[in-house]
């Protein structure tokens, strides 16, 4: 992998990841923008104890624009995009309409591709490792920034999920606190030590193994479930079989086998509604330890894949019981999405 950083017009940084080593990357951005002015700011709620980003400029990012307008495209016959170059392997920069940024943080971009109607399930297992590389190393760049306190590679796909840009992206953001989610999970790992003895995330893989009804695909480095108590209609959440606390860790045996492991399971996410139905709407989800917490080295970095979609032509909302309280209400049973999951698999 060949990594080439340089900066926009408005001063924020551009990464290229490329395969192979030769590639030249000396474009320049010819746009004539202002500098970046945002607005984000984290404010704690007292009553539930968790942060909320208050960014308004985000109000005006862009809002699905024509393929020909896309800014994620690569910048071709005059029409200048985010990437100055005529074509790229992988990309990264810094979000122009950021929700974290300064000493709230960062939000970086991640095209996975320069083909504006591809999308993730379509790389190939080199661009799908490239990209592997892509999130891993700007996990350990973010790690060095003072202000960044965990690292969230994710990807949203789809109208249905909220998606304003249809070229296959994904973002990173850099929170400067650690997640509720993520803290839930700190106190459940330590509580399970210190009642059992043992790692909260091993015991819970352990169990789906042995269990087996609900595991949709194990291989030597890899395991794949639906949880016990799955949130959404169809979730899979994707284990590395020797327990790390982020993607910096994972060993070369994980990642040489997890290209064809995640193009598996976004292949079979789209066959789940049968022929004939558009792409299935998900969020991919990679969950790390946060850098500086108490329990840091019994988490276990894992990958939730989810879509909202819950049969052919329905989605799950977040209705009263799920946003009023917290408490989701899931219409397929997790031993019933595993089965389809492990069905689609030869389709």
Known sequence: MKKTVTTLADGRELIYYDAAEDTVRDAVDQRPLDPVSTSSEI?????????????????????????????????????????????????????????????????????????????????????AALVLAAWTDRTAALAALGQVTQVFCFENRGAEIGVTLGHPHGQIYGYPFVTPRTELMLRSAARHREETGSNLFDDVVAREEKDGSRVVLATDHWIAFVPYAAHWPYEVHLYPRRRVPDLRELDEGARTEFPQVYLEFLRRFDRIFGPGEPPTPYISAWHQAPFVADGREDFALHLELFTIRRTSGKLKFLAGSESGMSVFINDVPPEAAAERLREVASQ
Not at 56 to 75: E, F, G, I, N
């Open 43 to 127: 404010r704690r709620d007292p009553l539930l104890g968790d942060a909320v980003a208050i960014a308004s400029h985000r109000q005006a990012r862009t809002y699905h624009p024509p393929a020909d307008a896309c800014p994620l495209c690569p910048t071709r016959e005059g029409r200048h995009s985010e990437i100055p170059d005529d074509h790229y392997d992988v990309a990264v920069f810094e979000n122009r309409f950021p929700s974290l940024a300064g000493d709230s943080g960062r939000c970086e971009v991640v095209c996975f591709t320069s083909d504006h109607d591809a999308s993730f399930a379509d790389l190939t297992e080199e661009q």
